[in-house]
């Protein structure tokens, strides 16, 4: 199954882009999908480690089942002050 990700900030930078799209194999879970984007972006494992993700606009933990028509986002926590 194919998914669109997008990508923002550190994840963005370390990955080279805003979207990327994985072809993953059914069923698959967002820790298939991390080790996908690991496999194919290296430089992106050590902000993996803290990512936040979102499917459909929902935090999800890497158990979550991804459907082919989620929609993913990736982001790195902020802090301010």
């Given at each position: 199954m194919k998914v669109n990700i997008h990508c923002y900030s550190i994840?963005?930078?370390r990955?080279?882009?805003s979207q990327v799209t994985l072809d993953l194999q059914t069923p698959a879970t967002v820790r298939d999908l991390l080790d996908e984007l690991v496999?194919?972006?290296p430089a992106v494992t050590p902000s993996l480690y803290t990512v936040?993700?979102?499917v459909n606009r929902e935090f999800?933990?890497?158990s979550h089942q991804l459907?082919?028509?989620d929609e993913i986002?990736?982001?790195?926590p902020v802090s301010g002050g």
């Amino acid at each position: 199954m194919k998914v669109n990700i997008h990508c923002y900030s550190i994840i963005k930078e370390r990955v080279g882009q805003s979207q990327v799209t994985l072809d993953l194999q059914t069923p698959a879970t967002v820790r298939d999908l991390l080790d996908e984007l690991v496999r194919l972006y290296p430089a992106v494992t050590p902000s993996l480690y803290t990512v936040i993700i979102t499917v459909n606009r929902e935090f999800v933990d890497r158990s979550h089942q991804l459907n082919a028509e989620d929609e993913i986002a990736l982001f790195s926590p902020v802090s301010g002050g």
